[in-house]
């Protein structure tokens, strides 16, 4: 079993529509979950981090946690073309070396 | 004003050649990280140093082998290049190594071995 594990997609959303992501995670211990949004030919950057189960907003973007369930999710409101990148799921493995282990990512695209 | 930088941002060479590749981190850091992108774009750590102490190394080649001269800097060097080389590697950094602790990446070294 991966210890992080995405549907690698493509994921199709229409623009305005809301566009959910998943993720879900091996290691039972796991305190901190992040999502990276990574646009073609370009590097990872944060767009969410989360600590707490439920629920954490952040403008249009949306984390939910569910420890129990180990699984991490993303939704993005009012989806815009600009937000048609690949979405990153990492988890950090190792306490005192951060050791971050990333999913396969999901491919979005938001069609106009 | 860059915040993790790396360079070169492409290097293509011949397989056996040794090449390097540098990054540097203006935020402040105390940890930096290589990882390694594969053309499935699946992103793996590679390597990790903490205040110049080496605290992550995956299991990687011994081709393979970072050095950090200063808490700013982390370069990674590779001998005997192979086909299986060729990816985009990125260099990281974050404040600490608590598990909150948000790393940032820099823009990649596009590496295609011939």
């Known amino acids: 079993q991966k210890e992080v594990e995405q549907n690698s997609g493509p994921l199709s959303v229409p623009e305005g529509a809301i566009a959910s992501l998943n993720c879900t995670y091996s290691?039972?211990?796991?305190?901190?979950f992040f999502w990276y949004r990574q646009y073609s030919g370009k590097s990872p950057e944060l767009i969410m981090s989360?600590?707490?189960?439920g629920d954490k907003e952040d403008g249009r973007f949306t984390a939910q946690l569910n420890k129990a369930s180990q699984y991490v999710s993303l939704l993005i409101r009012d989806s815009q073309p600009s937000d048609s990148a690949t979405y990153l799921c990492a988890v950090p493995q190792i306490q005192g070396a951060q050791k971050l282990v990333f999913g396969q990512g999901t491919r979005l695209t938001i069609n106009p | 004003d860059t915040a993790v930088s790396q360079t070169p941002k492409y290097l293509v060479t011949q397989m056996g050649n040794d090449k390097s590749i540098k990054c540097e981190q203006n935020l402040g850091h105390d940890t930096m990280y290589w990882y390694k992108q594969d053309s499935k774009k699946f992103l793996k750590i590679m390597f990790s140093y903490n205040n110049k102490e080496l605290i992550i190394n995956e299991t990687v080649p011994n081709r393979f082998s970072p050095k950090s001269p200063d808490k700013a800097h982390l370069n990674l060097h590779i001998n005997s290049l192979e086909l299986g080389d060729s990816a985009v590697y990125f260099c990281?950094?974050?404040?600490?190594?608590?598990?909150?602790?948000?790393?940032?990446f820099g823009p990649g070294t596009r590496l295609t071995v011939l």
């Open positions: 989360i600590y707490s189960n």
């Open positions: 990281a950094s974050s404040q600490g190594t608590s598990d909150t602790d948000t790393q940032y």
């Open positions: 290691d039972r211990g796991s305190q901190s």
